[in-house]
């Protein structure tokens, strides 16, 4: 099968994001051959699986798995669908373009790369980067910024719309289980850095994600941001994992950027407990702790 590909897909209680990306697969000029899809969530939705135009392989987890571990289990499911491709989905990241995959493919083969990742823009905002980038040492969640630019090398924003060769998992592995949300997609890209993995973004195509504006938080004006999620649920697992990462993979300017920027951030706003919870949450990252669902946690 010549650049077949497998869609791995997850979704937890969105069943109309469910249908809208069901049918935007359905409509890609190079059809994938295979999806997987795991429901981790309170109701099923294999009935709307079951209506898809393509065929679905449901797969229902009776376990809230995170993003972690429903795209572990899902990409497992593609790769055993003998597919030489894995196309990465969340239930509410959908392809603005039925050339989304086909541009995909073209630009891996073009480069030579195992990995490719589309740029992620706000639905019904198609000029504005869901995500941002930073370019020539300012960030940016203007599209316009960053499209004229082509592909961007050794960066990507995981997982949604990622591409990726089935080789490329036996290399680095799937998705960690135990980042649950929030640092399992940082993880994996730099698990791909290290084992040396061509991969980039491909700034010619776009899937449609619900926005990470507010999240972003200035310090020091353009030169320091801090990211602050919106709920106590992933703020828990953004700092415990980030704590986390920065150890693992021994990233010194991370922990540099955050031992500043943090302590800043909530000293300004004067919220002191705020302050407190992200210093035992991220300190607990460093020390490998607090693993394990949510519930088990003080948060």
């Not at 229902?60 to 055993?80: T, V």
């Not at 302590?263 to 706003?269: H, I, S």
Request: glycine share 10%; hydrophobic share 45%.
């Amino acid at each position: 099968m010549t650049d077949s590909v497998a869609v791995a897909a997850v979704t937890f209680d969105r069943p109309d994001d469910v249908r809208t990306l069901l049918g935007a697969l359905s409509q890609q000029t190079h059809t994938p051959h295979a999806i997987a899809l795991v429901d981790s969530g309170t109701e099923s939705v294999a009935a709307i699986a079951a209506q898809a135009p393509a065929e679905v392989t449901y797969v229902r987890s009776l376990a809230n798995l995170g993003g972690a571990g429903g795209f572990s289990l899902a990409i497992l499911n593609a790769i055993a669908s003998g597919a030489e491709w894995v196309w990465i989905m969340d239930d509410d990241a959908h392809p603005e373009d039925p050339a989304c995959l086909a541009t995909l493919l073209e630009a891996a083969k073009a480069r030579g790369l195992d990995v490719v990742v589309p740029l992620i823009v706000a639905p019904g905002e198609p000029t504005k980067l869901s995500f941002p980038f930073r370019i020539d040492g300012h960030l940016t969640h203007d599209r316009a910024v960053v499209e004229p630019l082509g592909f961007i090398d050794n960066v990507g924003q995981f997982f949604n719309g990622a591409l990726i060769r089935t080789d490329v998992f036996f290399k680095v592995g799937l998705p960690d289980l135990r980042l649950f949300i929030r640092g399992d997609e940082t993880d994996f890209m730099l698990r791909l850095r290290q084992a040396k993995v061509k991969f980039g973004t491909v700034t010619s195509v776009a899937l449609t994600h619900p926005a990470g504006w507010g999240e972003v938080q200035e310090v020091l004006g353009d030169r320091l941001h801090v990211l602050v999620p919106e709920t106590p649920f992933k703020r828990f697992y953004y700092y415990r994992n980030r704590g986390f990462l920065t150890r693992k993979h021994r990233r010194v300017r991370s922990l540099v950027a955050d031992a500043v920027g943090y302590p800043l951030f909530f000293l300004k706003k004067g919220d002191v407990k705020g302050l407190a919870k992200w210093a035992g949450t991220y300190s607990a990252g460093l020390r490998g702790a607090k693993f394990g669902p949510m519930k088990d946690q003080k948060f």
